[in-house]
């Protein structure tokens, strides 16, 4: 069983650009959820996705956007970065057959913005 | 809104020492409670975890107990090992399954 992956490992972008991170999420899962990891502090809650829908914000701006594929693979685009969005972007990906639907977490992907 | 709290500051012990590590939340209702932990370089794995009060959750050597009365989910190791060195996360589950995380404690076990 594959676990979830996400690419690039890390990337450096320059205020203004744009950005898009995938996430392939683990064998069996139709959920995948985007957490950003500021550093020093616990991963907020970007957004989830749940069979190519959308199924829940957090408090991020709609320059923060994604996409989730019919293979429930998924994206995260960032438009207009800024230094603040420098972070650790974790997916994590879960099965709503699960009576708890426990997540499980990629390595990341480090976003660095000059 | 539901909400992590863990006690401020890293932790620097020696092996084989005891671990604490407090946990408190609030929320309505009574969510699933979790502890992740974050080793360098690593995405967040699932320590142990509890889905109603009174559980006691393990793995590992850790513990920690659903405390309603106190909405308290404290972490606790009795031996630690310099391998137990990493970061770690309280977090509860709200809303459609999301997950809400304090801010981590880092552990450090010296030799």
């Known amino acids: 069983e594959t676990g979830v992956t996400q690419s690039p490992t890390h990337l450096i972008k320059t205020r203004g650009q744009q950005v898009t991170l995938r996430c392939s999420s683990q064998?069996?899962?139709?959920?995948v959820s985007w957490y950003q990891q500021a550093l020093g502090q616990g991963p907020q809650f970007i957004f989830q996705?749940?069979?190519?829908?959308?199924?829940g914000r957090g408090n991020f701006p709609p320059r923060f956007s994604g996409l989730q594929f019919p293979n429930y693979s998924s994206e995260l685009n960032v438009n207009a970065l800024e230094l603040d969005d420098s972070a650790l972007y974790l997916c994590a990906s879960s099965s709503n057959t699960n009576s708890y639907n426990e997540q499980f977490f990629g390595p990341g992907t480090r976003l660095t913005v000059l | 809104g539901d909400s992590v709290t863990q006690m401020e500051g890293p932790v620097t012990l020696s092996e084989e020492a005891f671990l604490t590590i407090n946990c408190t939340y609030t929320a309505t209702g009574y969510p699933s409670l979790f502890w992740y932990v974050q080793y360098p370089g690593e995405g967040l794995q699932l320590l142990l975890k509890?889905?109603?009060?009174?559980d006691k959750g393990s793995n590992k050597g850790f513990e920690a107990t659903y405390r309603k009365e106190t909405t308290s989910f404290h972490l606790e190791k009795g031996s630690v090992q310099v391998s137990d060195s990493a970061v770690y996360f309280c977090a509860l589950l709200y809303g459609n399954n999301r997950l809400a995380f304090g801010k981590g404690n880092q552990v450090v076990v010296i030799p």
């Open positions: 996705y749940y069979r190519e829908e959308e199924n």
């Open positions: 064998s069996g899962h139709n959920t």
């Open positions: 509890a889905t109603k009060a009174d």
